[in-house]
């Protein structure tokens, strides 16, 4: 069964790379809507990477030229 734990793992990943993408991937990345440290990009590119979303680069080209 599931313990606990593994709830609230789940939980934390499911919001860790949902906020990645919509603010980091798309806000930070596509539009430069605001600026982070280094820390910070360092982890919405991890999180963002773990819900297989392409890579940042690809995402920000393909934002783009969406939005063109």
Do not use: N, W
Request: overall charge positive.
């Amino acid at each position: 069964g599931f313990t606990l734990g593994d709830v609230l793992l789940c939980v934390f990943f499911f919001y860790a790379t949902t906020m990645s993408i919509t603010t980091g991937y798309h806000r930070l990345f596509s539009h430069a809507s605001y600026k982070a440290s280094p820390a910070l990009r360092l982890l919405v590119l991890f999180f963002g990477a773990a819900v297989f979303e392409q890579s940042a680069l690809i995402f920000l080209v393909i934002e783009r030229s969406r939005a063109e």
